[in-house]
């Protein structure tokens, strides 16, 4: 059996690329229908994405700088494969496509064909297919691409000496754009002036409003996406999301694209950075510290609560705070891991939190993956073994990464799909911008039961009080919506769903996980300090694994499946650390490689007894 975590050089793999198919068509080629003979004498890299997934938002930013200087020989191809139902419309992939600034061709593929073609198990995944129309690797999750333009290069040298490499203009086609005054705006915020606060998402900018909602007032930033500081007309951001005012008056922005937090004057109309370094954060980065010494990943809201601005850094599934007196920054909550796991703060799991509320002694959170709505709280005394000075996190509606629709009812069986905005109502209870579901719900703490406000919203992702009405952010709608707070609520159909993609069938008891890492050309695994790999496995439910489960540092694992198990989601979360391999080099450059799967599994007689999982590489035993 091959090791999974060789890093011995040898021969590429040929394997031939399967066609790209997919019913939704192709987005951003002028309406033409790409085939890979299209492609032929072009390096290929397959983007594998769905635009609910914070980590492909990274991955496609990533791979803007590979764009731009290979431009004459590499086309980036986006296969949008769509976990959640909302995923799979044509119009909201489209939306999608313009709104996180994809610019090249993309294969709507709604029914995940051209993914199962590839044997893709996660969102991200990278393919690369050479001139000849050959798969040559395979990358799973983000901090792949100085790999994969390392490979760019010798494809470009190996086909320039054979006659295969064919340089040119790509077949990207821009859309025309759209005159709107906002554009995929993201959250809102009432400012004590009475004017409207609203992230232009898509063109970089803050844009106040008129209390009408509709009136620009003025702009702030520039509108191209960057990061500098200034007067508000020459500053710059990149895709800001949350907005939260401070007690000194000044507002803070989630710059998120940026992997910073910034701060606006509403008096003097300067723009300054208050935390983050402009790069995002890795694993083993520090997670406290100065403000402006420590990196953030991906904020995507801020809301001021116990004394503390906190931060729903949806790039890493954590909550943090940054603390302006001190000038510091920290994690307050969540252990990286992706998932719905309550209890102490330091041991939660989230999954990409979206959007904050503080309400009273709680801090409410859209937890969007998990279609969950959550809170925070101070622990009980005693509670999570701690003296009651530290925070707990409760779940009020959702149950996991994998279950979601449209249900009204008892918290216990309610569902909402992928909420990215929550906003507190006068009454205690809380508005949940139920974002997939075009709909605004409603979470009643003191009955448990959700009811739904209004629907017919196009991908809501905010809300804010104006006195007796509520204003909610359409974004795919480039606009606000004021709607009366009605006395009772809409009754609407209950639909459940569960995520689309197929359970793989394993066999009863033994079942071999191999996760595969072969360090990029001229790198090796960096054993300087330790082991420089990590696996960490869990099931939905627990009860799925009778051995294999919890945290090592080798990436194959004997697990063994429970005797009368029939079905559950395998959570794997894997990591490897590669560095230049040049004894010469004191300090080589050194590189995290991180994943985490949810393998829906469904044990049957005739199933699989190995389940390999392509972090980096090719299976060699496939």
Not at 4 to 11: E, G, I, K, L, V
Not at 141 to 146: A, S
Not at 189 to 201: E, F
Not at 426 to 443: E, F, I, K, M, Q
Request: proline share 7%; hydrophobic share 40%; net charge negative.
């Amino acid at each position: 059996m091959n090791n999974p975590a060789s890093t011995a050089p040898r021969r590429r793999a040929r394997v031939r690329a399967p066609e790209l198919t997919g019913k939704g068509g192709w987005l951003n080629t002028g309406g033409k229908e790409l085939t890979l003979a299209d492609l032929r004498g072009r390096i290929t890299v397959l983007d594998f994405w769905t635009f609910c997934c914070v980590n492909c938002l990274h991955v496609i930013d990533e791979l803007r700088e590979l764009e731009e200087r290979h431009g004459d020989t590499v086309v980036v191809v986006g296969v949008h494969s769509p976990k959640f139902v909302h995923e799979a419309e044509h119009r909201a992939v489209v939306d999608a496509v313009e709104r996180y600034g994809v610019h090249h061709p993309v294969l709507d593929d709604p029914e995940l064909a051209t993914w199962k073609q590839y044997a893709v198990r996660a969102w991200p995944t990278l393919v690369v297919i050479d001139p000849e129309g050959y798969v040559v690797a395979q990358h799973a999750g983000e901090g792949h691409v100085h790999a994969i333009e390392k490979l760019v290069t010798e494809l470009e040298a190996e086909h320039e000496a054979k006659g295969t490499l064919r340089r040119g203009d790509g077949p990207y086609v821009p859309p025309e754009p759209e005159p709107t005054d906002l554009r995929f705006p993201g959250k809102a915020l009432l400012l004590p002036s009475g004017s409207l606060l609203v992230t232009d998402t898509t063109r970089h900018q803050l844009v106040e409003l008129e209390p009408d909602g509709e009136t620009v007032v003025r702009r702030i930033g520039e509108g191209t996406r960057g990061l500098a500081d200034g007067p508000g007309e020459k500053a710059r951001f990149g895709e800001p999301q949350g907005l939260a005012l401070l007690p000194d008056g000044r507002v803070a922005v989630a710059d998120t694209v940026n992997h910073a937090l910034r701060a606006w004057d509403p008096a003097s109309g300067e723009v300054t950075t208050l935390a983050g370094t402009g790069r995002q954060w890795w694993q083993g980065s520090p997670t406290a510290g100065p403000a402006r010494e420590v990196d953030l990943s991906s904020p995507w809201d801020v809301a001021w609560w116990e004394g503390r601005l906190w931060i729903a850094m949806a790039g890493v599934h954590q909550l943090w705070a940054y603390d302006p007196e001190a000038g510091t920054v920290s994690v307050a909550a969540g252990t990286t891991n992706e998932g719905l796991v309550d209890g102490p703060a330091d041991q939660a799991w989230f999954a990409q939190p979206s959007g904050l509320a503080a309400a009273g002694d709680r801090l409410w959170i859209a937890d969007s993956e998990t279609s969950a709505l959550r809170w925070v709280e101070r622990a009980a005394d005693g509670e999570g073994g701690g003296d009651g000075g530290g925070f707990v996190l409760r779940t009020a509606v959702g149950t996991g990464l994998f279950d979601f629709g449209h249900r009204d009812g008892a918290a216990g069986q309610a569902l909402l799909q992928h909420p990215l905005g929550v906003t507190a109502l006068p009454d205690g209870s809380v508005a949940v911008c139920d974002t997939y579901n075009h709909a605004l719900r409603r979470y009643d703490p003191a009955s448990e039961e959700v009811t739904t406000l209004a629907t017919d919203l196009r991908e809501p992702s905010d809300a804010v009080l104006v006195e007796d009405d509520i204003v909610v952010v359409e974004s795919a709608r480039h606009r606000l919506t004021r709607l009366r707070l009605p006395e009772e609520a809409v009754r609407v159909e209950s639909v459940a769903h569960r995520t689309r993609r197929e359970a793989t069938e394993v066999a009863p008891g033994a079942l071999r996980l191999d996760v595969v890492f072969q360090a990029p050309p001229g790198q090796k695994l960096d054993t300087r300090y330790g082991p420089s790999t990590r696996l960490l496995v869990g099931s939905t439910p627990p009860e799925l694994l009778a051995d294999g489960a919890g945290q090592g540092t080798d990436l194959s694992r004997e697990l063994v499946l429970a005797d009368g198990a029939t079905e559950g989601v395998l959570h794997v979360s894997a990591m490897a650390a590669s560095c230049d391999d040049d004894p010469a080099n004191e300090y080589p450059a050194c590189h995290v490689h991180q994943q985490d799967w949810g393998v829906p599994v469904r044990v049957t007689a005739g199933g699989v007894s190995r389940l390999p999982l392509v972090l980096a590489g090719l299976d060699g035993d496939a």
